[in-house]
């Protein structure tokens, strides 16, 4: 499976997603397109996946957060991390979107895991263990906003100084009540 | 041309982008095909002229502006009535939303317009004539995380009242510095 989700990322930052081939996905992972295709029946699940095994790494990240630093600036600096590095492979990303989309239109129940585990992250970086109803709508509205950022940066090429800046700017008026400094 | 885009804007909100058919648009606005091709080389072109023609509409209604009214207030009713409006019909949102994304990886100039000028009426709409570099950062995320809100309600289906809120939550939070109460 690793395989698989490996081989799809690496076509997918290459090529896109219009032009990533299943049977070339299935060679270069080493399996049958029967296998690959019982798997994920279509490059929407395929990227679907994708995208949540790189949210499960973030949450490796987030276990060793520190549990004293300030939870907007520890929400920041993962959020930039994991922006730097969509940006590095924007065919990549936008595979990943457009899919994970298109699987919410098909009401896949995968496709709102990927929402609901990412929020839940947030909350989990930020030390939230018992999130009131207000963080849980600051998580989502974090969430949402970035969600904004990084569409227009693939979208509209904006430079890398003011995506930073945009996501600086909106955790800290976003998340002030999650501030302890 | 109004009858192309009224048309098109038919069409879309009944079948989608997938299932409009220039042939059809052009049926129905009563131009020949090759005309409409002339206009619209495709159906991208075609919806991201749509979504311009909205923003147009949005525009005189801002004309008619309270200019006592608390900035955040005007920002926060424009908003949720464009949301109201979009969320009406999805499809045709949809539709406008990923023709303007391709017209901008395509690098239209059309598609950079459409950004510019709605980062521009909102800050007309907050009243601010001689916007600073720091007003322009605040247009431009409260664009940004409405774009994120309305692509998690039109794919998540959020309930209205859940967007309605966290739209009026977000303009209080990013834009508390324009507030005037």
């Known amino acids: 499976m690793q395989r698989i989700l490996r081989a799809a990322a690496r076509q997918g930052a ?3 997603l219009e032009r ?8 270069e992972s080493g399996v ?6 019982r798997y994920f029946p279509s490059k929407m699940h395929l990227f679907t996946a994708v995208m949540q095994s790189q ?3 973030m949450e490796s990240a987030v276990a060793d957060v520190d549990p004293t630093a300030d939870p907007v600036a520890t929400v ?3 959020l930039l991390n994991a922006t730097r590095q969509m940006l590095k492979t924007p065919l990549l990303t936008h595979a990943m979107m457009v899919s994970n989309n298109a699987a919410l239109h098909a009401t896949h129940a995968d496709a709102n895991l990927t ?5 839940a992250l947030l909350l989990r970086a930020a030390g939230l263990s018992d999130p009131s109803p207000r963080d849980e709508q ?9 969600y904004g950022v990084i569409t227009a940066a693939l979208n509209q090429r904006n430079p890398i100084e003011q995506v930073e800046d945009d996501i600086r700017v909106s955790c800290e008026l976003l998340l002030a009540a999650w501030s302890r400094s």
Chains 1, 2 share one sequence.
């Open 115 to 119: 929402h609901a585990s990412f929020s």
């Open 14 to 16: 290459a090529n896109g």
């Open 20 to 27: 990533v081939q299943m049977h070339e996905v299935a060679k």
């Open 55 to 57: 949210i499960q790494r």
């Open 76 to 78: 920041t600096e993962l």
């Open 138 to 146: 600051l998580g989502r509205l974090i969430e949402q906003s970035w």
């Open 32 to 37: 049958a397109i029967a296998t690959l295709y």
